[in-house]
């Protein structure tokens, strides 16, 4: 099957992520709908109704999306965006700092926290908990640190 540049980026992004708001990928990749639709059509990627793409042979990971819900208010600083290393979603390297953007589930989150600074090698930490109650812990990290909250994505705490 014939795919475009564009079309092969998306896949790409889609094979690393599993699954993304079609907003998203727009987004970074500058690129129209058609585009994903010409996929969708080919059967290679999947559009569900509440507005996730996902490649055809992955399942939907929320965690990814909300940490793109993230990537999305960076941008304009025209960031890198690779794939994490565990615990991280996505790093992101800008002109001068690296995030790590990291999604838990609430009950994954003391673990995750306990030797943050031994696993991640990013200047700054943006950590999201699937909650929606949010109850301040202590996290083992000299790094600055966002912690966020989602559904709905909010800021509710910073450290450092």
Known sequence: MQVNEVQNKI?????????????HIK??????GDS??????KNIIVR????IVRHKLKEINNRNVAAFDVVM??????PEIIKGKYPA?????????????????DEEFEKIC???????????????IETKEYK?????????????TFPPLEIVDSIN
Do not use: Q
């Open 11 to 23: 896949v790409k992004l889609l094979w690393d992520f599993n699954s993304l708001r079609e907003e």
């Open 27 to 32: 987004k970074i990749l500058g690129c129209k």
């Open 36 to 41: 994903i639709g010409s996929l969708v059509a």
């Open 48 to 51: 569900e109704n509440n507005g």
């Open 73 to 78: 208010d960076y941008l304009d600083r025209d």
């Open 89 to 105: 979603n996505v790093t992101m390297k800008t002109k001068h700092t690296i995030y790590d953007i990291i999604a838990v589930k």
């Open 114 to 128: 306990k030797d943050i600074d031994t696993v991640s090698t990013a200047d700054k930490l943006i950590i999201i």
């Open 136 to 148: 301040k812990r202590k996290i083992n990290t000299t790094k600055p640190c966002y912690i966020c």
